[in-house]
């Protein structure tokens, strides 16, 4: 399994060769609360990197969903749309949003998880 | 957590939608100290209450609790309340976030043999709820049975004395316990740990909210304020111009024969359109109000919404439009409550009946 990287805007991505992975961080969704909709994109679309792709919407808010990477899309997570809730119990796991084949090299400034975990301690204040 | 009227909250405990569906199944336990509890003492505390209030106070008996509003002198709404007579006199308990104007607002219009007492902070309350929150409250004192809707008595959880009200805001049966504020979190593991196995689970703001839409009961400063008046709110059912003079009598009677200019409907949304409070409610290209609670209901599995638009502008079956993320939402009009749940029910209406 690839490591795990983290954006400034709580998102994460792991990446496999061409193959890109994304979701919302476990600090995330507890921010967010019942996550109860998911508004995604459909296979084949071109993300830019830092491109807003979607809505999620919990009871509290809804939010925008940014890619962390350029890519295209190679597939989406339909289980999603039956059980939101996957975001909340599984967020690294079975709550995965996106699958992208990457265009060109993921983006140098990506935190590791110790950058990370400081970003969140700071939100949490 | 999160600040609710000046008290730190949890939003939830564990999950939203567990906790929901925990007061819908089995029973969910709230605290709600948040609530402002006021005791009014004096000779003349009836007359006093009755001048202050829209319901008819003279018509309780000790042991009996009632919903009701404050309106100021142009009928608009100051906070809904419940009042508890009891055989030491009269009792209170006011929405948290108006609990300093409340206060003001009693003692402003006391008679000088009145005397009103802020109880909020020596005094605790919890809420019970759930179709099964009779059978599993670990309760030793007045047989929980024989406590009507709306009525209230004593007795003891863990050997900790409470005062018992049959009253709630979930639409669903249960109580609501006063306790020494000291002792609360001794009622309050002991209630948890007897209904565990049961599936009783403690319950946020989340879940309050949920279930008190779902039951269509109206929040204070959502779905109702000081320029909404009780017919507008659909709350006319709490106000009796025949016992006597009140605060708000005449401009509410005026209210009355004038119409209401706008009413409260019930929304129901699409799967992941959560209306707002404040989106704007459309029909035909023609814009006529706003949403004023909204959420996504765990439990029936869509989201609801109250709108509080022009009056007679919607009928139930009705299709509007609201704006949800920057676009028309389709909504269907639907009948109110949108879940009726286990409470018994008062001779009158129950919508609109308060926690």
Do not use: C
């Amino acid at each position: 399994m690839a490591e795990r990287r983290y954006t400034k805007t709580h998102e994460w991505v792991t990446v496999d060769g061409k193959h890109a992975t994304i979701g919302i961080t476990d600090f995330a969704q507890s921010q967010l609360g019942d996550v109860v909709f998911l508004e995604l994109p459909s296979v084949g679309r071109k993300l830019g990197e830092r491109e807003t792709f979607g809505v999620i919407e919990s009871v509290k808010a809804a939010s925008d969903l940014y890619s962390p990477v350029a890519g295209r899309i190679s597939a989406v997570n339909d289980k999603l749309s039956g059980k939101p809730e996957l975001v909340n119990s599984d967020p690294y796991g079975d709550g995965w949003i996106l699958k992208l084949e990457l265009a060109g090299d993921p983006p140098s400034d990506l935190l590791d998880e110790a950058a990370y975990k400081k970003v969140t301690e700071a939100a949490a204040g | 957590m999160v600040d609710f009227g000046g008290w730190e909250m949890p939003q939830q405990y564990s999950s939203i939608r567990d906790e929901h569906l925990a007061v819908r199944k089995v029973a969910g336990l709230f605290d709600v100290s948040h609530m402002g509890r006021f005791r009014v003492a004096g000779d003349s505390s009836l007359e006093f209450v009755q001048h202050l209030v829209t319901n008819d106070v003279a018509q309780l008996a000790h042991g009996q609790a009632q919903y009701n509003l404050l309106l100021n002198e142009d009928a608009g709404i100051v906070d809904d309340l419940v009042v508890y007579r009891g055989s030491e006199g009269w009792f209170v308990v006011v929405n948290a976030s108006n609990r300093e104007k409340d206060l003001e607002w009693f003692r402003s219009h006391a008679p000088s043999d009145v005397e009103i007492e802020d109880r909020t902070f020596e005094l605790a309350l919890i809420a019970f709820q759930g179709p099964r929150a009779q059978e599993l409250l670990p309760w030793q004192g007045a047989a929980l049975d024989s406590i009507p809707y709306f009525g209230f008595g004593h007795g003891d959880v863990a050997g900790i004395h409470a005062l018992i009200s049959r009253t709630g805001y979930t639409g669903e049966d249960g109580f609501e316990l006063f306790v020494s504020s000291d002792r609360v979190g001794e009622v309050w593991d002991a209630i948890l740990e007897h209904g565990r196995s049961a599936g009783v689970l403690p319950a946020g703001l989340g879940a309050r909210d949920a279930t008190r839409l779902e039951a269509a009961l109206r929040l204070w400063g959502n779905d109702m304020d000081e320029t909404v008046n009780p017919y507008e709110a659909g709350l006319g059912w709490t106000v009796k111009p025949a016992k006597g003079d009140f605060i708000g009598r005449e401009a509410v009677q005026r209210a009355r024969a004038e119409g209401p200019r706008r009413q409260l409907v019930g929304l129901k949304m699409q799967p992941g359109d959560i209306a707002r409070h404040g989106a704007a409610v459309s029909s035909q290209g023609r814009r006529l109000g706003v949403i004023t609670s909204g959420t996504h209901s765990f439990f029936l599995g869509y989201p609801i919404a109250l709108a509080s638009v022009e009056a007679r502008s919607l009928q139930v079956g009705d299709r509007a439009v609201v704006e949800v993320r920057g676009r028309e939402a389709p909504a269907e009009v639907v009948k109110l409550p949108f879940y009726r749940g286990s409470a018994r029910s008062l001779s009158e209406k129950k919508e609109g009946r308060h926690g």
